[in-house]
């Protein structure tokens, strides 16, 4: 029997983007109980491997913590992690950044979304008000779905 000929699709593209989302401390950029929209999700993309970086240092009032998920699932990548943490030059794919190197997690890949990329910032009377981070996304388009 021949093997049937798979023709790859448009979709079937890998496509990388990075944005760098900066905290400023004000709502939806750090402020306790806002939403940080760190990467915008248009349609439906399957995520190869989402690899956010600490480019500047995360300057932090108290101990503020922040999540990465998608609008309404804002836990779907990872759990709180202490923003005083997340330094710069290391990967956050886990709550214990290390500078070293780590194997991607599983929550971290193979992940159908199409919701926007997101991060909450939580414990009272605290934010995150300075630093930033590098988002990298690698994903193939579902059906026309895109990243900004």
Same mark, same amino acid.
């Given at each position: 029997? $021949?093997?049937?000929?798979?023709?790859?699709?448009? *979709?079937?593209?890998?496509?990388?983007?990075?944005?760098?989302? $900066?905290?400023? *401390?004000?709502?939806?950029? *750090?402020?306790?109980?806002?939403?940080?929209?760190?990467?915008?999700?248009?349609?439906?993309?399957?995520?190869?491997?989402?690899?956010?970086?600490?480019?500047?240092?995360?300057?932090?009032?108290?101990?503020?913590?922040?999540?990465?998920?998608?609008?309404?699932?804002?836990?779907?990548?990872?759990?709180?992690?202490?923003?005083?943490? +997340?330094?710069?030059?290391?990967?956050?794919?886990?709550?214990?950044?290390?500078?070293?190197?780590?194997?991607?997690?599983?929550?971290?890949?193979?992940?159908?979304?199409?919701?926007?990329? +997101? *991060?909450?910032?939580?414990?009272?009377?605290?934010?995150?008000?300075?630093?930033? +981070?590098?988002?990298?996304?690698?994903?193939?388009?579902?059906?026309?779905?895109?990243?900004?």
């Amino acid at each position: 029997m $021949t093997p049937a000929l798979i023709t790859p699709g448009p *979709g079937s593209r890998i496509t990388e983007f990075t944005k760098r989302f $900066t905290f400023t *401390g004000a709502a939806n950029f *750090g402020l306790t109980g806002s939403a940080c929209t760190f990467l915008t999700i248009t349609g439906t993309v399957f995520v190869v491997a989402l690899i956010p970086v600490c480019a500047v240092d995360l300057g932090v009032t108290g101990a503020p913590t922040v999540t990465l998920g998608v609008t309404n699932n804002d836990v779907l990548f990872l759990a709180a992690t202490l923003g005083s943490v +997340i330094d710069a030059g290391e990967a956050w794919i886990n709550t214990t950044p290390a500078p070293d190197g780590l194997a991607l997690p599983a929550t971290m890949k193979d992940i159908v979304i199409s919701a926007d990329v +997101i *991060g909450t910032v939580a414990v009272a009377a605290t934010s995150i008000d300075s630093g930033s +981070i590098d988002f990298t996304i690698f994903y193939r388009s579902v059906n026309g779905g895109a990243v900004s």
